[in-house]
């Protein structure tokens, strides 16, 4: 029973951390729009991403105890970064481009393919498995985004 109530309420933390986290993202998308009626994406993108390492960097030496040092000797994890980082800046890039043809509110619904897209990532890299029932609700989730975008 003991167990039972920590594991609830290990959920319940993640539950409210992630739910943090979108209210967060959310906002960016908005003020990213508004700023790139003003500035080009590259400018928004640099300075955004500079206080984005300023501060990351920050914490990272005092939160995670500089655990940058040791990641930065691995090379395999130096790659992963780098790759991580092209990714990043590309996607960043395209979504900042997307706010020129079309509403905040759709772009936010094609969002909701990112969950068919990070299992089928899920699944090359980590070998996670993607099972019957989620396939059938990923396939539901499409056609739903499919009928309100149109």
């Not at 959920?11 to 951390?17: D, E, N, V």
């Not at 990351?56 to 970064?81: C, E």
């Not at 900042?96 to 043809?101: A, H, L, N, R, S």
Request: glycine content about 8%; aromatic content about 16%; proline content about 3%.
């Amino acid at each position: 029973a003991v167990s039972d109530y920590f594991n609830n309420m290990h959920k319940l933390i993640g539950i409210f951390i992630v739910t943090l986290s979108l209210l967060f993202y959310s906002a960016i998308s908005p003020l990213l729009k508004k700023s790139n009626q003003t500035y080009p994406p590259f400018t928004i993108m640099a300075i955004s991403m500079f206080v984005l390492f300023f501060c990351s960097l920050i914490l990272s030496l005092v939160v995670d105890k500089g655990s940058i040092f040791k990641a930065l000797q691995n090379r395999q994890s130096i790659f992963i970064l780098i790759l991580i980082g092209i990714l990043n800046t590309i996607g960043f890039w395209l979504s900042i481009q997307g706010y020129k043809y079309m509403p905040l509110w759709q772009q936010g619904l094609i969002g909701l393919l990112g969950p068919i897209f990070l299992a089928i990532f899920a699944f090359f890299i980590l070998g996670e498995t993607i099972t019957a029932k989620l396939f059938l609700g990923l396939l539901i989730m499409s056609f739903g985004l499919f009928v309100a975008i149109r």
